[in-house]
């Protein structure tokens, strides 16, 4: 290999989606890339590849159709209300998050269009916060889902970097894993690290980490895009929050293991300020993946309105912790109550109308494009994929009396902490608001609500009725984990997608972008997420690294 070879005009650190963004915006102004990878081609793409490909647009089409209102003005009060930034340090993040919510009102529609994405006509209403006009939550449905779901949103990027490197400015170093930052003049001029051995692992597998040789190359410019701590559960655990309560000592991971979050105490150690590493957000609605492809590999359900939220003793949740509303507040309760995981309690007629799980993989019709297969989704029954689960995986518990439910419960969690009369108490105290047209019930009130928006009502929420009901059985628990997700914090970065050390300066030649930067800024989304805005987040930081070092190279 030729000194040529191991230099360029940009090196890029990581080929996850923000990776891509980043490769191509640089080829694009024709700049020379290395774009490096710890893990081989089967694993282009990162994380997002497992992704429901669900994009924050504010003010779209696809809403108008649904009869929703939206505005930019709207969608910043909840993002701050969401993220209720605190700190100092939350300077840059807070200029993200409005130049976010710019782009997801503006450009980012037409932009990803251009390139070939396209919108399931149904916008979701995720995370809906349960609280006052002011505070957490999304005010009316922003979840587009990309026709195609995570693969969908990769594909364009993928593209792209594949015909720049057709036409010589990309060179994949794929199986190239980073240990160092090179400086000279306290400038970032390089990469030095480890070229690992082959590995025929698939996408997501865990591959080896042998030693094949080492590698240093030079660049104008580094951009780190290498993702977050998600699949290093003593990161994790390493950085969890006081606020929220005890960090569990049993976790499901969301993310392959891959997700280690090296790059950040590499960055770090070459002058690289991180910042928020105790904001994080994990899922408390996971279950163990019955065919798992990563260790430890879980699913979330993303719910209806309608399940009833149970603790390990068989007390009902809290207002406003109720399925899809507050994943933080939610967290922040189960992990002080001294229990780590949680109970949905439901019908037949809920499961078959209300669960959807995350992931590309489990939801072939979306992932395949394949229209006979979605509209099922509208027929009786629940989807293939929540039938297998129901049928095969370990966190489910299926019976058609509320007693033989409990004891299935009971035997699958094995510590004796779940009371038989409190679990009956609630079951019957829930239906009994089913009776008739009024309610206390917040919670019965939320799905009233939610049945008013069009979208929810076709697809989503389930009619009201009792759980008991013998016609809408048979009655099912599910068993809740905790689960690993996303890192909120990261690589402080100005405007310009900059690494900034400790002082304040820009650290000169490094960029960062996605989720090693917060997605922005070193955590653009404060405390908590909107839903939707991660990959639009990789997808914005990605395009404005790349833009900036682009303008920065000569």
């Not at 020379?32 to 710890?38: A, F």
């Amino acid at each position: 290999m030729s000194k040529a070879d191991d230099e360029a005009d940009v090196i890029v650190v990581g080929a996850g989606l923000a990776g891509l963004a980043a490769t191509a915006e640089l080829a694009d102004a024709g700049k020379r890339v290395l774009l490096l990878d710890q893990e081989s081609e089967a694993s282009l793409g990162g994380q997002a590849f497992w992704s429901f490909g669900g994009l924050f647009l504010v003010g779209s089409p696809e809403q108008r159709r649904m009869g929703v209102r939206d505005s930019a003005e709207l969608a910043l009060q909840d993002w701050m209300g969401t993220a209720g930034f605190d700190r100092p340090e939350d300077a840059w993040p807070r200029r993200w998050a409005e130049a976010y919510v710019d782009f997801a009102a503006g450009e980012k529609r037409s932009w990803l269009r251009a390139q070939g994405l396209r919108f399931f006509p149904i916008v979701g209403w995720a995370e809906r916060g349960g609280h006052l006009a002011g505070g957490h939550g999304n005010s009316v449905p922003r979840f587009h889902i990309t026709w195609g779901t995570g693969p969908g949103v990769l594909a364009p990027f993928e593209r792209r970097v594949r015909e720049a490197a057709e036409r010589g400015l990309v060179s994949l170093r794929l199986r190239h894993r980073v240990d160092e930052l090179v400086l000279l003049g306290g400038a970032a001029t390089g990469v030095r690290g480890t070229v690992l051995a082959p590995d025929g692992a698939l996408r997501g597998q865990a591959s080896n980490r042998d030693s094949a040789g080492e590698f240093e190359l030079s660049a104008q410019a580094v951009i780190v895009t290498s993702g977050g701590i998600g699949g290093n559960h003593d990161l994790v655990r390493e950085n969890w929050p006081r606020r929220l309560g005890t960090a569990p000592k049993r976790m499901l991971s969301g993310v392959p293991e891959h997700v280690d979050g090296r790059m950040l105490g590499i960055t770090e150690k070459a002058g690289g300020h991180v910042i928020n590493p105790d904001r994080m957000w994990h899922y408390t609605e996971g279950i163990e993946n019955w065919n798992p492809l990563w260790a430890r590999h879980g699913i979330r359900i993303l719910p209806g309105p309608s399940s009833l939220w149970l603790d390990a003793t068989g007390r009902r949740m809290p207002a406003p912790c109720f399925p899809g509303f507050d994943t933080m507040g939610t967290l922040e309760h189960i992990m002080c109550s001294g229990h780590e995981y949680t109970w949905f309690v439901l019908s037949q007629k809920i499961i078959e109308k209300e669960f959807t799980l995350s992931g590309s993989e489990q939801n072939p019709d979306l992932t395949g494009k394949d229209l006979k297969l979605l509209l099922k989704r509208v027929l009786p029954g629940a989807t293939g994929p929540v039938e297998a689960f129901k049928d095969k995986g370990v966190d489910f518990v299926v019976a058609d009396k509320l007693p033989d439910l409990i004891a299935g419960m009971r035997e699958l969690a094995g510590d004796g902490v779940l009371d038989a009369d409190t679990v009956t108490g609630e079951v019957v105290a829930r239906d009994r608001e089913m009776d008739h047209p009024f309610t206390k019930d917040l919670q019965v009130t939320a799905v009233h609500g939610a049945r008013r928006y069009r979208g929810d009502k076709l697809i989503r929420v389930a009619s009201p009725h009792r759980i008991l009901d013998p016609k809408a059985g048979p009655l099912i628990a599910v068993r809740l984990n905790i689960l690993t997700r996303k890192t909120l914090g990261g690589l402080h970065t100005d405007l310009d997608a900059r690494v900034l050390r400790e002082d304040g300066s820009p650290l000169p030649g490094l960029y960062a972008a996605g989720e090693v930067a917060g997605f922005g800024g070193g955590g653009m989304h404060g405390y908590r997420a909107l839903e939707g805005t991660f990959l639009g987040g990789c997808l914005f930081s990605g395009r404005t690294a790349g833009r900036a070092a682009a303008a920065a190279v000569l």
